[in-house]
């Protein structure tokens, strides 16, 4: 399984500070050009901008 770290919360648009904590790592359950789908601190899957990750190795 594919694991991401998030390394910032800045959005232009929403609020992601409240559903994804810098610094954890979350599973990647699925991913698109464009987003990458974790569970996030809500339980529930969300996607979220690539800009907010960073691959774990």
Do not use: H, R, W
Request: proline share 0%; aromatic share 14%; hydrophobic share 35%.
């Amino acid at each position: 399984m594919k694991k991401v770290v998030v390394t910032n919360t800045n959005a232009e648009k929403f609020t992601v500070s409240q559903v994804l904590t810098v610094g954890k790592e979350y599973e990647v359950v699925n991913e698109t050009e464009e987003y990458i789908f974790v569970v996030d601190n809500t339980g529930k899957v969300g996607g979220f901008y690539k800009d907010y990750f960073k691959e774990v190795e």
